[in-house]
């Protein structure tokens, strides 16, 4: 995956103490969607990899009712997939490695393994989904008639992607909120945001340097004087208490493009 998209969850906070983790703001969805738009086979197979949370072991298999193919997380005591010629095989701890069994070859590409599972669509719906099991056992990608199912695998496989990086968004955006009236409480700030990494920096003393994770940006100065480094159009400012009720008073349109979160 483009790197935008690798370090979704990997933000900080950095105020010179504790760090708790924040998600890239929503002012980049513009970028997300753009690296959504050309996602490379071999990425969509390392994100499939990084949803693995339950038990770390995924097979492909066949509906035991006629219901199409699955690729899915299966629980540790899983006997292995039996075959039309009743060779069991076991699970795998990759989805690369599960799908190169079933597909009986010990490298295919990832282009060639993606191909592979769109030419098994059309037994049961010719329509496919990725979801979470809805009894917390782990993902599935697999053929459906559910609603929202997609006609391909790559389609299914970013869609899921995108609605991630969706939800995401919307998360970072109320910590942006949180933080912000957490920091107007505790009186004058001197902040700003990164709008390529999408940190949150504040100079708290003035001799406190802040940089954001990227080091595109940083702050200075504390509440002595507002310093700001870097490219200045990467810099979203973090308004004042007073300042950011006035902000917020105004309509989305009217609000001026450097200022963040403004209501």
């Not at 968004?169 to 957490?182: F, G, P």
């Not at 954001?212 to 507002?226: F, M, P, R, T, W």
Request: with cysteine.
């Amino acid at each position: 995956m483009l790197k935008m998209l690798t370090g979704l969850a990997a933000k900080v906070l950095r105020l010179g103490t504790g760090e708790p983790e924040a998600l890239p703001d929503a002012g980049l969805k513009a970028g997300v969607a753009k690296a959504l738009a050309a996602i490379t086979d071999t990425e969509m197979l390392n994100w499939l990899d990084r949803q693995s949370s339950w038990r770390g072991q995924v097979a492909f298999r066949w509906s035991t009712t006629g219901r199409g193919w699955r690729l899915m997380e299966v629980p540790d005591d899983y006997p292995g997939t039996l075959d039309q010629e009743g060779v069991v095989t076991p699970p795998a701890r990759r989805v690369r490695k599960a799908i190169a069994d079933a597909m009986l070859m010990v490298s295919p590409t990832d282009t060639q393994a993606i191909d592979w599972l769109d030419e098994q669509t059309g037994s049961y719906t010719g329509l496919v989904i990725w979801r979470l099991s809805t009894r917390g056992l782990g993902w599935r990608l697999h053929e459906t008639s559910w609603d929202g199912a997609k006609a391909t695998v790559r389609e299914t496989i970013a869609d899921a992607m995108r609605s991630q990086t969706a939800a995401e968004a919307a998360q970072h955006e109320a910590w942006i909120q949180a933080t912000v009236k957490e920091w107007h409480g505790a009186g004058a700030i001197n902040a700003a945001m990164c709008r390529k990494c999408g940190d949150l920096v504040a100079s708290t003393h003035r001799h406190h340097f802040a940089e954001c994770g990227c080091g595109s940006i940083a702050v200075d100065g504390g509440s002595d004087y507002n310093r700001r480094v870097g490219d200045l159009g990467d810099i979203g400012e973090v308004p004042t208490k007073r300042l950011f009720k006035r902000l917020a008073a105004l309509p989305a349109e009217d609000r001026p493009a450097e200022w963040i979160r403004c209501g």
